[in-house]
């Protein structure tokens, strides 16, 4: 008899409004079912991680350009120097692109085309300083148009990569 009053007592939770009924889209639904690129699954690090080094590579390019307009060669130099291939920007591609095929291959062929900003600085070609860099520019916006990031969590992105490192 207690129980009962007690459980008459209990107030009817109020109907908690739904942000969205399941048959809607939720915005960030909305926004990929809009976007046909190719979805890259990464953990909000390293999402954040990725989104760092664009910034970072924007500004090697405002770094370039700069330095060209004065003919700083050294200046070119140190600025391309962010963006070109080495064995860590490697290993960091790999990792990004881990669940996305084509991702990777794109990223070290646009780290390669980078290297030739450095080579045609050493030699003093402004011309072919700004050919290197539409070039590099090149692989920049192909990258763009055909893949975006995929915020997933540890456990959906082992699963999509094939990984079990957590990161
Ligand atoms: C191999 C692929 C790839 C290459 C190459 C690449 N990016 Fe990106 N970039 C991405 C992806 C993926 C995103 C996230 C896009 C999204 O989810 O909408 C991004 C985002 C960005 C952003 C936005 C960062 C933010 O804070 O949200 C900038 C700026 C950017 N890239 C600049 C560059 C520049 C400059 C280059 C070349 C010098 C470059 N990227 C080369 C894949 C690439």
């Given at each position: 008899?207690?129980?009962?009053?007690?459980?008459?007592?209990t107030p009817t939770p109020p109907e908690i409004p739904?942000?969205?009924?399941?048959?809607?889209?939720?915005?960030?639904?909305?926004?990929?079912?809009?976007?046909?690129?190719t979805p890259v699954p990464l953990q909000p690090m390293m999402a954040w991680?990725?989104?760092q080094n664009m910034q970072a590579h924007l500004v090697a390019i405002e770094?370039?350009?700069?330095?060209?307009?004065?003919?700083?060669?050294?200046g070119v130099q140190a600025s391309a120097s962010a963006i070109q291939s080495s064995p860590q920007m490697a290993m960091q591609?790999?990792?990004?692109?881990?669940?996305?095929?084509?991702?990777?291959a794109l990223a070290l062929d646009f780290h390669q085309r980078?290297?030739?900003?450095?080579?045609?600085?050493?030699?003093?070609?402004?011309?072919?300083v700004l050919q290197a860099t539409a070039h590099t520019?090149?692989?920049?916006?192909?990258?763009?148009?055909q893949y975006r990031q995929d915020l997933v969590d540890a456990q959906t992105w082992s699963l999509r990569t094939?990984?079990?490192?957590a990161h």
């Open positions: 008899m207690l129980f009962l009053l007690l459980a008459c007592a739904q942000a969205s009924a399941p048959s809607e889209a939720t915005p960030v639904e909305a926004l990929n079912a809009m976007d046909p690129r991680h990725q989104k770094g370039i350009t700069a330095a060209l307009a004065e003919e700083d060669w050294e591609c790999e990792h990004m692109g881990a669940g996305a095929e084509g991702f990777t980078a290297d030739g900003i450095a080579i045609a600085a050493a030699e003093q070609d402004q011309k072919r520019l090149k692989a920049c916006t192909s990258c763009h148009a094939g990984s079990s490192t």
